[in-house]
């Protein structure tokens, strides 16, 4: 593979490191910052929030600047802003340093994105692609451990200077390879939101955000999930995040295969259903240790099992909009993880339960897969036109 690629895909790692980080640290940064577990939870929560609304804007927004020049400017931003959460003394100004961050971060991947493919061979540019996004699920996936890690030997703040310093390394690797780019042409928001007129794909965009928010519910507090029901030590629970970002890694394998042999609509309905059992029952496997790493894994594998089924079944329902699609459906992703990350924060302060964020991101999930019926019953656009004509 092309080296540039390669170095698009490690700084897409650096960068989407800041997002989940401090999902296995919130109790020590609440602490810390002197606010509720919920309330450090929203660190999650706004970042999402504004990284999925960002990156289409942004990328329209500066369509004329050349493309080595805007990535550089915004790892610049995001370096200051990694900076500025290590600094910050309250909580007020670590949120507004994550508002930084989740926007310069938005723009670099999204231009990872759309530069990987244009370096390449034409014959090449599906790899180009799936590199990067496999730089950006790893950061997803391996980014709480390795934050738990260096929590524990230096403090949560050190987690933000070591990215900042992963970052200057990054911005330096694009300076010395990356040639220079011209901006070509960029969607406009219009276009982009007119593309939300396929209901059929809004309700596969629906049901993948549902899904994430499910997740999230649990997994963005999974830190006081396993203090409090388990009684494990930062070590353990350091070990147990690091076995659940190995199963998500697998589940995207899984979720390909599985859309390969039997379609993936069959694949959608069967990883949603089983996703809200699973999430379900969580709890009730905390009485085993081993029963529960079993059951922990099976819920990992399915957490990222959905996203390969589900961007095949984006591309073959509306292969003429599939790029924008496929830039909504990472907005829609980015969704589910603040709504998630939210709506846990709520059911923590109003039933002071954590396991309690286990059944109610069950019940989310159960939209995810009202929303996937929705999708998969509703006859496609294309097919509309043809039946019209």
Same mark, same amino acid.
């Given at each position: 593979?092309?080296?540039?690629? +390669?170095?698009?895909? #490690? &700084? /897409?790692?650096?960068?989407? !490191? %800041?997002?989940?980080?401090?999902?296995? @640290?919130? *109790?020590? $940064?609440?602490?810390?910052?002197?606010?509720?577990?919920?309330?450090?939870?929203?660190?999650?929560?706004?970042?999402?929030?504004?990284?999925?609304?960002?990156?289409?804007?942004?990328?329209?927004?500066?369509?004329?600047?050349?493309?080595?020049?805007?990535?550089?400017?915004?790892?610049?931003?995001?370096?200051?802003?990694?900076?500025?959460?290590?600094?910050?003394?309250?909580?007020?100004?670590?949120? +507004?340093?994550?508002? #930084? &961050? /989740?926007?310069?971060?938005? !723009? %670099?991947?999204?231009?990872?994105?759309? @530069?990987? *493919?244009? $370096?390449?061979?034409?014959?090449?540019?599906?790899?180009?692609?799936?590199?990067?996004?496999?730089?950006?699920?790893?950061?997803?996936?391996?980014?709480?451990?390795?934050?738990?890690?260096?929590?524990?030997?230096?403090?949560?703040?050190?987690?933000?200077?070591?990215?900042?310093?992963?970052?200057?390394?990054?911005?330096?690797?694009?300076?010395?390879?990356?040639?220079?780019?011209?901006?070509?042409?960029?969607?406009?928001?219009? &276009?982009?939101?007119?593309?939300?007129?396929?209901?059929?794909?809004?309700?596969?965009?629906?049901?993948?955000?549902?899904?994430?928010?499910?997740?999230?519910?649990?997994?963005?507090?999974?830190?006081?999930?396993?203090?409090?029901?388990?009684?494990?030590?930062?070590?353990?629970?350091?070990?147990?995040?690091?076995?659940?970002?190995?199963?998500?890694?697998?589940?995207?394998?899984?979720?390909?295969?599985?859309?390969?042999?039997?379609?993936?609509?069959?694949?959608?309905?069967?990883?949603?259903?089983?996703?809200?059992?699973?999430?379900?029952?969580?709890?009730?496997?905390?009485?085993?240790?081993?029963?529960?790493?079993?059951?922990?894994?099976?819920?990992?594998?399915?957490?990222?099992?959905?996203?390969?089924?589900?961007?095949?079944?984006?591309?073959?329902?509306?292969?003429?909009?599939?790029?924008?699609?496929?830039?909504?459906?990472?907005?829609?992703?980015?969704?589910?993880?603040?709504?998630?990350?939210?709506?846990?924060?709520?059911?923590?302060?109003?039933?002071?339960?954590?396991?309690?964020?286990?059944?109610?991101?069950?019940?989310?999930?159960?939209?995810?897969?009202?929303?996937?019926?929705?999708?998969?019953?509703?006859?496609?656009?294309?097919?509309?036109?043809?039946?019209?004509?």
């Amino acid at each position: 593979m092309n080296f540039k690629v +390669i170095i698009l895909a #490690i &700084t /897409a790692v650096t960068v989407g !490191l %800041v997002e989940l980080i401090v999902g296995g @640290i919130l *109790p020590i $940064i609440a602490s810390d910052l002197t606010v509720t577990i919920g309330t450090a939870g929203q660190l999650i929560t706004v970042f999402a929030l504004v990284y999925a609304i960002s990156g289409p804007v942004l990328l329209t927004l500066t369509a004329k600047i050349e493309r080595k020049k805007l990535y550089l400017i915004a790892l610049t931003i995001f370096f200051l802003g990694n900076l500025m959460t290590y600094f910050s003394p309250t909580y007020t100004l670590v949120m +507004i340093a994550r508002v #930084i &961050t /989740a926007m310069s971060a938005a !723009l %670099v991947i999204v231009l990872s994105l759309t @530069i990987a *493919p244009k $370096i390449v061979e034409p014959a090449h540019q599906g790899k180009a692609i799936g590199l990067v996004y496999m730089g950006i699920s790893s950061a997803l996936v391996i980014g709480v451990p390795i934050g738990i890690l260096l929590t524990n030997a230096f403090g949560w703040r050190s987690v933000f200077l070591g990215i900042a310093v992963l970052t200057i390394g990054s911005g330096i690797l694009i300076y010395t390879f990356l040639e220079q780019i011209p901006s070509g042409n960029v969607l406009a928001i219009s &276009t982009q939101i007119k593309a939300l007129g396929n209901l059929k794909i809004v309700g596969a965009h629906l049901a993948l955000m549902f899904m994430l928010a499910g997740h999230y519910t649990l997994y963005a507090y999974f830190t006081p999930f396993l203090e409090t029901t388990l009684n494990l030590s930062p070590t353990w629970i350091s070990i147990s995040y690091f076995l659940f970002g190995l199963a998500a890694v697998s589940g995207g394998a899984l979720g390909g295969t599985l859309s390969d042999r039997i379609g993936s609509p069959k694949s959608i309905l069967i990883v949603i259903s089983s996703f809200a059992i699973i999430l379900y029952v969580l709890p009730y496997a905390t009485f085993s240790f081993p029963v529960f790493l079993v059951v922990m894994v099976i819920w990992g594998v399915l957490s990222w099992a959905l996203t390969p089924p589900m961007q095949s079944y984006v591309i073959q329902t509306d292969p003429e909009s599939s790029d924008i699609h496929q830039s909504l459906n990472n907005s829609a992703l980015q969704l589910g993880i603040a709504l998630g990350s939210g709506i846990g924060g709520i059911t923590l302060g109003h039933f002071n339960s954590v396991v309690s964020t286990a059944h109610v991101g069950s019940g989310v999930v159960v939209i995810a897969f009202l929303c996937a019926i929705y999708s998969l019953t509703r006859q496609s656009s294309v097919t509309q036109t043809e039946g019209s004509k």
